[in-house]
């Protein structure tokens, strides 16, 4: 009888034990970039769910299956909100947020309102937006140029083709062609007002796709490389590294949740 009691209490040791390692495992929000959807996480998001992980890949407004919703309302605002919604409606806590390209001025917005709810900040090949600019104002001057007049007709910005995004292979071509849709035009052109510094305390991790790195990116991302508030780490991918390079990638991912 006294065997059998210890048998138990060992098993229930040791199960519980094991439930409280896997609840320690950080949950994934990533967040796509411009004209892309929570589609784009497709492969990514399986990897990490086989490695145990909770993974959630949300569309932002107006954008993929939302794209129906398309509207002149639809701001950078709308579009933080749409993550802290989503991180409070379904109570997540401990939470690795990524951010694509374009989300890379999401993420910052998000953790300037609920960082408690957050363990780091992954920024993938992202725009750095600090308070009061734009996505369009962060980047470099030609390529602001080139977006404002768009932005002062009130059109929504038409996708870009993947091979610009570094898409090469021509079935990924052909799949990612048929998924990008429109991005609503106040999301580049809506300043960014924060609280706090950018990332609000907590860790921030940047990691530049450099094969090659977008030249709207590069010159303040490489300011990142000697910034000891920083995680500077690289892909040798094109820019859509979550299509190009998932292996890789999700690699990196789970290493820094380590």
Same mark, same amino acid.
């Given at each position: ?27 994934? /929000? %990533? &967040?796509?970039?411009?004209?892309? *959807? ?5 492969f990514v998001k399986?990897?990490? $769910? @086989? ?9 932002l407004s107006g ?32 939470? /690795? %947020? &990524?951010?694509?390209?374009?989300? *890379? ?10 960082? $408690? @709810? ?141």
């Open positions: 009888m006294k065997k059998t009691i210890l048998l138990i209490v060992l098993f229930l040791v040791v199960h519980m034990g094991q439930a409280q390692f896997a609840s320690e495992k950080p949950t994934f /929000v %990533l &967040v796509h970039g411009a004209w892309h *959807g929570g589609w784009s996480w497709k399986e990897k990490l $769910e @086989r490695h145990g992980y909770t993974v959630y890949t949300p569309s954008l993929a299956e939302h794209k129906h919703l398309l509207n002149d309302s639809i701001t950078l605002q709308t579009h933080i909100l749409d993550i802290i919604n989503l991180i409070e409606m379904e109570d997540l806590h401990n939470v /690795v %947020l &990524v951010g694509h390209s374009y989300a *890379g001025a999401v993420i910052t917005g998000v953790a300037d309102s609920i960082s $408690e @709810r957050l363990s780091k900040l992954i920024y993938l090949d992202a725009v750095l937006v600090y308070n009061g600019e734009s996505p369009m104002t962060a980047e470099p001057e030609w390529e602001q140029a080139r977006k404002r007049p768009v932005v002062e007709r009130r059109e929504h910005f038409q996708p870009v083709a993947p091979r610009f995004f570094g898409v090469t292979d021509s079935t990924l071509v052909d799949w990612v062609t048929e998924r990008l849709t429109p991005q609503p035009y106040m999301t580049f052109a809506q300043p960014l007002h924060l609280k706090n510094a950018l990332g609000n305390g907590l860790p921030k991790v940047y990691i530049a796709c450099i094969n090659p790195q977008l030249e709207v990116l590069k010159a303040r991302s490489d300011l990142l490389k000697n910034d000891p508030s920083w995680t500077y780490l690289t892909l040798n991918t094109g820019h859509d590294a979550m299509i190009t390079a998932p292996d890789e990638l999700t690699a990196l991912l789970i290493r820094l949740t380590q």
